[in-house]
């Protein structure tokens, strides 16, 4: 479903080069849940928005379903209405009610009408738990039920992979379940998703990989039960022995 080949994202930072993802390859089959770790700055984010086709690639190439990214002939527009991201800060419209929310890239990108794009919103508001919710304003909501309603936004335009960065390092303790359960969710219904979070226990037993990444480097790729019991490069023993 993914293909990462030779990736590589610099940054100039104030003069010097900072390689955020530094020549990495790996490939998601579909249906497949790789949760990506790493320490802060290591290059999650940036990773996560190349496959987005949110970064221009510096080298190397990224393609979803056989569209490539690094093509100059991709319709960049196309390639991303085949991805759904989910970022830390949910990136809810605040001047639109939950259901407008849900329906405004129905109408403008797949241009749905009215009846179908509402049907669809209240059965994705439903799926993730907030059907009641639907004509009430983002800030009324919790953090966990506007992050539900942002996951419940990306599955409207039927995406072939979720990317989710951090989806409730923005949470209070006590909403982090909830929304790690609509995740499990989706993963068992067989949706192919690339997760960036610290919650080890969704890591251990949601995912099927995990990927370690350190200064841009992919340093592990491996299932949950190898890089957790043996981890093979140093800096991932270091970094797992400070989050376990
Ligand atoms: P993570 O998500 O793992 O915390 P990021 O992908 O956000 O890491 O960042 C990786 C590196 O790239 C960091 O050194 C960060 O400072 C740098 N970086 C990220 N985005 C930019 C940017 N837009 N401009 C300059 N440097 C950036
Ligand atoms: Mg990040």
Redesign the pocket.
């Known amino acids: 479903m993914i293909e990462v080949r030779d990736l590589v994202k610099v940054?100039?930072?104030r003069g010097h080069e900072?390689r955020?993802?530094d020549n990495v390859s790996t490939k998601v089959a579909r249906g497949e849940v790789l949760v990506v770790i790493?320490?802060?700055?290591?290059?999650?984010?940036?990773?996560l928005?190349c496959l987005n086709g949110l970064e221009q690639l510096d080298s190397g190439s990224v393609s979803i379903d056989g569209l490539d990214l690094a093509n100059p002939k991709t319709d960049v527009n196309a390639y991303r209405r085949e991805v759904g991201m989910v970022f830390q800060h949910f990136n809810l419209f605040p001047h639109m009610t939950v259901l407008e929310n849900l329906c405004l890239a129905q109408k403008v990108v797949r241009k749905r009408g009215k009846a179908e794009r509402e049907a669809k919103a209240r059965a994705l508001l439903a799926k993730v738990g907030i059907a009641q919710k639907a004509d009430e304003y983002p800030s009324r909501l919790s953090g966990g039920q506007q992050q539900r309603v942002a996951i419940a936004r990306a599955l409207c335009m039927e995406p072939k992979v979720m990317l989710f960065?951090?989806p409730t390092s923005a949470l209070d303790p006590e909403m982090v379940g909830e929304v790690l359960d609509v995740m499990k969710q989706l993963a068992l219904e067989g949706m192919t998703m690339v997760c960036?979070t610290h919650e080890m226990g969704f890591a251990r037993e949601v995912a099927d990989r995990v990927l370690f990444?350190d200064h841009?480097k992919l340093l592990e790729d491996a299932p949950p039960a190898q890089f957790f019991t043996q981890p093979q490069d140093p800096r991932a023993q270091a970094f797992l022995k400070q989050v376990l």
């Open positions: 940054f100039d930072a900072v955020a993802v790493g320490p802060s700055g290591s290059g999650k984010s940036t990773f928005r960065d951090e960036v990444f841009g």
